[in-house]
C-alpha cells in the first residue's frame, strides 16, 4: 500500500489548496479514505472522511463548510479542496486508508496558512 499527498504549500488567510493523494497497492475503490492532520506540537487531527459504498462524506465541525473530500476512483486518487483557509489550518495533512482503524498513511503534505 502507498499513498502520496501533493499539493500543500504556503498561502496567505482566506485563500484556498487543493490537497490530492495518488494511492496504489490495494483497489482504492473498495475503501473509506480519510484526511487527518497533525499542527506543530499537537496530535493528529481528524479532518474528514469519504466512504466507498455511497461516497458519503463526513467532517470535522472546524472545517465544515469550507473543505471538501471528493474521490476518483478511476484515477486511484483522494482530494481535498481547502477554501477560506485560517492560520490555524496550518498543519501536515495526511491521507489514509481504512481498514478496520486508520491502517495506511502517506508521508504527509505541509500547509502553512500565513500573512
Known amino acids: 500500500v502507498q499513498l502520496v499527498e501533493s499539493g500543500g504549500g504556503m498561502v496567505q488567510p482566506g485563500g484556498s489548496l487543493r490537497l490530492s493523494c495518488i494511492a496504489s497497492?490495494?483497489?482504492?475503490?473498495?475503501?473509506?479514505m480519510s484526511w487527518v492532520r497533525q499542527a506543530p506540537g499537537k496530535g493528529p487531527q481528524w479532518i474528514s472522511t469519504?466512504?466507498?459504498?455511497?461516497?458519503?462524506?463526513y467532517y470535522a465541525d472546524s472545517v465544515k463548510g469550507r473543505f471538501t473530500i471528493s474521490r476518483d476512483n478511476a484515477k486511484n486518487t483522494l482530494y481535498l479542496q481547502m477554501n477560506s483557509l485560517k492560520p490555524e489550518d496550518t498543519a501536515l495533512y495526511y491521507c489514509?486508508?481504512?481498514?478496520?482503524?486508520?491502517?495506511?498513511w502517506g508521508q504527509g503534505t505541509l500547509v502553512t496558512v500565513s500573512s
Open positions: 469519504i466512504k466507498s459504498s455511497d461516497g458519503s462524506t
Open positions: 489514509a486508508k481504512w481498514g478496520d482503524t486508520l491502517d495506511a
Open positions: 497497492g490495494f483497489t482504492f475503490s473498495n475503501y473509506a
